[in-house]
């Protein structure tokens, strides 16, 4: 069993749906969660917010958020956790931001920093990842912890 169908069943086992919002990854761990078979028992649906207005306007992340802190950093990733499983009606949520290069976003913040937020009724976190290689190995580790992080909350 991968990654993805053990989380899938951790779910299962624990009478959880899951939803994401993906921005640097672009879908891709909604993807990997979908190639799985019977995943929509507990995958409820994601959302691509690659741009700030779908961030504000479709998760409902604080403007004052994306304002103060940047669309990469924790805060965020937290708030689009949090909007994700909301605007699914899912009981746990996932938020991805980050850079995956190949160049940086004119911040000073390097390729390779991305943040994972997670949130659920009890829960609002987030994990800071410093990820190196190129834009797809990037994005591919990305959703691998952020599954980790998700798994490792459910247990």
Known sequence: MDEAELLLQLLRERSMTLSTAESCTGGM????LTAVPGSSDVYKGG??????EVKHNLLEVPQKLLDD???VSWQVAEAMAKGAANV???????GITGI???NSDGTGRPVGLVFVGYADGNHVLH???ELHGSRDEIRRAACRE???LIADQIR
Not at 29 to 32: I, Q, S, V, W
Request: glycine letters at 14%; a positive charge; aromatic letters at 6%.
């Open 29 to 32: 761990l909604g993807a990997m």
């Open 47 to 52: 959302v691509v917010s690659y741009c700030n």
């Open 69 to 71: 802190f940047g669309a």
């Open 88 to 94: 699914c009606h899912a009981s746990a949520g996932v």
């Open 100 to 102: 995956a290069g190949p």
């Open 127 to 129: 994990r800071r990842l």
């Open 146 to 148: 952020a599954i980790r």
